[in-house]
């Protein structure tokens, strides 16, 4: 029996950006699992995980090409059932050894090989075999589909397959992306597992657009994430490809100066990690008379929309540049930053023009539209839940402060929810709490009821 480091890839079209790090680290983490179950895989290997959008890979260190054997010892029978008065077997037990394998062709040998123990109150039979260990390819293969039957994937599709069918035509195949290739190395060699109909191989694809070589061959199992990054233009690991995004953008911003720095989003960066194989960040720009919109509403426009890093200055305000981490990494990047900027334009327009349009009404204006909006079907409306919110805030006042406290809090709440029937909020949910602090603020309402509208959200 030797031991050496196992490689698993499953290549595949890209995978839900959102449940990518969670898909890697299931795959691995079962994969392992199993392994170690069958005797495969002791305690002590490591497994680690590799995800990037086109595919789910699992390291796996010190892996046996064989399992050892196992000693094992049965219950057969009591022994007033396998034996007769004289200790002859009964038919019971030689059809019972016959079928756990057992030579039966002496029945008198086949007895004397059986050890007796007490069981409960009774004596009974037991039968010692050893059970051979799994080879490596019964395991692995049990193993891979045993990880990929337990991925947590939100949706599966279907697709057709036309290839390693057992019969000619088209089968169906059910996985959360189409897969089109099976890596499985065992040091060097290939370990032919299949697995959505496809058989295992030492080749795979790098980056979709800049890998050097295609396929990418790998020669052994510990030269994967290597070779990969060398030929096919792709960082492997996710927590790799996440630390080099960030070094990026830290290194972008500080390019930039003035103390400026990326919005720190731990969520974002996941998911753009799980957008690109090969991270190139750039610097965009958009025109500064955006600026006069909230920032909230820019920050969240590039955020959630188009996946951008703001970049705010030392005091944390906004400014008009951008960080982009692209998927490619070409000589001149002017017609990235040129199309991120075009695309983004529009997203910011509307964001000033939702502003502008918002900032013609008054928030009082907009208390009677609150009679039109379901606050539950047991509650009422959200105008009647204002009206109860009103009572509570000017009681509570009453005994906390002054007429100018009272008067404070019964405009508050009044107006807390009336940001709801704005464009901004409509369009951007998030907001809601925020802009009204802004609009109120527009209205005139002093900072007091300005902060009481923004405030009563939190904590989100």
Avoid at 387 to 394: G, L, Q, T
Avoid at 423 to 445: H, K, R, S, T, W
């Amino acid at each position: 029996m030797t031991t050496q480091n196992l490689l698993v890839e499953l290549f595949v079209e890209e995978l839900p950006p959102k449940v990518l790090q969670k898909l890697g680290d299931a795959f691995a983490t079962v994969l392992g699992d199993q392994l170690k179950a069958l005797g495969l895989a002791s305690a002590a290997s490591v497994v680690t995980p590799f995800a990037s959008p086109r595919r789910l890979a699992a390291h796996v260190t010190a892996v046996a090409d064989k399992a050892a054997d196992k000693a094992v010892q049965q219950k057969l029978m009591p022994v007033a059932v396998g034996l007769d008065a004289s200790g002859n077997a009964s038919p019971a037990l030689l059809k019972k050894l016959q079928a756990l394998g057992a030579d039966v062709s002496d029945p008198v040998a086949a007895v004397a090989a059986l050890k007796r123990a007490q069981d409960g109150k009774a004596e009974a039979l037991f039968y010692d075999s050893v059970v051979p260990g799994a080879t490596l390819q019964e395991g692995l293969q049990k193993a891979l589909l045993e990880a990929l039957a337990k991925l947590p994937i939100p949706k599966v599709m279907s697709y057709q397959l036309e290839t390693d069918c057992e019969l000619p035509g088209w089968t169906s195949v059910n996985f959360v992306r189409p897969a089109h290739g099976l890596v499985a190395l065992h040091g060097s060699t290939v370990v032919p597992v299949k697995a959505l109909g496809l058989t295992a191989g030492n080749s795979t694809q790098g980056h979709r657009f800049e890998a050097a070589v295609s396929p990418v061959v790998l020669a052994d199992a510990d030269s994967y994430a290597a070779t990969l990054k060398k030929d096919g233009a792709v960082i492997a690991s996710f927590a790799e490809r996440k630390a080099e995004i960030a070094r990026q953008l830290a290194a972008a911003a500080a390019q930039v100066g003035n103390g400026a720095r990326p919005i720190e989003d731990e969520a974002l960066l996941d998911e753009v990690t799980a957008l690109v194989e090969r991270p190139n960040v750039v610097t965009c720009s958009f025109e500064t008379e955006f600026l006069d919109v909230p920032q909230e509403c820019l920050i969240l426009t590039m955020k959630a929309n188009q996946k951008y890093f703001p970049l705010l200055d030392a005091s944390g305000k906004l400014t008009n540049k951008f960080l982009v981490v692209s998927n490619i990494s070409p000589e001149d990047t002017s017609f990235v930053t040129g199309g991120n900027e075009r695309v983004v334009r529009p997203r910011l327009a509307d964001a000033k023009f939702f502003f502008d349009q918002d900032r013609k009404k008054t928030l009082a204006s907009r208390v009677e539209g609150l009679g039109k909006v379901v606050y539950h079907n047991k509650l009422g409306t959200q105008g009647e839940r204002v009206e109860r919110v009103r009572s509570i805030a000017k009681a509570i006042a009453t005994q906390l402060g002054d007429a100018a406290l009272v008067a404070d809090a019964d405009k508050a709440a009044q107006l807390a929810k009336t940001d709801l029937v704005t464009d901004m909020v409509g369009e951007f949910p998030e907001l809601q709490g925020i802009m009204g602090g802004y609009y109120a603020l527009n209205d005139g309402l002093g900072e007091t009821v300005a902060h009481a509208i923004e405030d009563h959200y939190k904590p989100r």
